[in-house]
């Protein structure tokens, strides 16, 4: 938006920078400038819009609204929505940082839902799902990543950690050797849509399935892996207490569910039981 306010601050800067460079950074053109500049009766600033303005200049527009309103609050009562109104309006925003391309957590690599809900599969290690789930210990949290093989929901990796991060995703699926052709899916979180993560499943020669944004039921098996883990383990009348109590009751409880917990889907048999005598 050109106005006085504009003109004042190119008339500041003229001595020390080109008027074709100015124009130039602020989109104008120098014709406008000359407009302006030979019209100022058509563009005037209250009281607190010329205040602001004035320590924008002194400041050189390093400072965003917040530290702009905690100066002009030393001299006029005025709230921080209008400062930052005002800042808006005329363009006085900080211009000396600029936004980050690629702010961490944003995604490198997004995939669609080739599973789509569809588990079904008659060799081992064809379908995989990931995911990672938080575990209450005392006043702090842990966290659980697992990967489940949907051939007889076997729990084929895990790993815990005190954060939820990519190394914890990556440590996981690194437990697994070569997998090349096999479906991994996976929610899209910042873990799974990492640079690092996508590198290492790529050279595992992992195919890459993602569940669709807000649905988790896209990820039901592992999804519920995780309910039964906490229900029959870790919600209960002897639930553990301390940290080697829990990761001790985590690791129990998936050496229980391979080989002991029976599934009605696998006629009543153990995940590692059905895999040996469907594969022998």
Request: one cysteine or more; charged letters at 25%.
């Amino acid at each position: 938006m050109v106005n006085q306010s504009t003109i004042n601050l190119i008339d500041h800067f003229i001595n020390q920078i080109p008027l074709t460079r100015i124009c130039k950074y602020l989109s104008i053109s120098r014709s406008t400038y000359y407009y302006h500049k030979r019209h100022p009766e058509k563009f005037n600033l209250n009281q607190i819009e010329q205040e602001i303005q004035n320590i924008c200049i002194k400041t050189k527009f390093l400072y965003g609204y917040r530290k702009i309103h905690a100066l002009i609050n030393r001299h006029f009562k005025c709230s921080i929505s209008k400062v930052q109104r005002i800042m808006a309006k005329y363009g006085w925003g900080c211009r000396v940082k600029r936004k980050k391309t690629h702010r961490p957590g944003n995604p490198f690599k997004q995939f669609g839902n080739l599973i789509n809900r569809d588990w079904n599969v008659k060799l081992p290690k064809r379908k995989l799902t990931t995911d990672i789930t938080y575990i209450p210990c005392g006043n702090k949290m842990l966290y659980l990543s697992t990967i489940m093989d949907s051939f007889n929901s076997e729990i084929i990796a895990h790993q815990i950690s005190n954060h939820p991060d990519t190394q914890l995703a990556m440590s996981t699926l690194d437990q697994l050797g070569s997998l090349n052709g096999a479906i991994l899916h996976s929610d899209q979180g910042s873990t799974y849509t990492s640079r690092e993560f996508y590198e290492l499943a790529r050279k595992k020669g992992v195919i890459r399935s993602m569940s669709r944004k807000g649905t988790p039921a896209d990820n039901a098996l592992i999804e519920s892996f995780h309910a039964n883990l906490k229900a029959e383990m870790l919600y209960t009348k002897t639930k553990p207490k301390g940290l080697e109590s829990t990761i001790k009751c985590i690791d129990d409880y998936i050496k229980f569910w391979n080989n002991k917990r029976i599934l009605t889907k696998l006629g009543n048999q153990s995940p590692v039981e059905y895999r040996k005598l469907v594969t022998q």
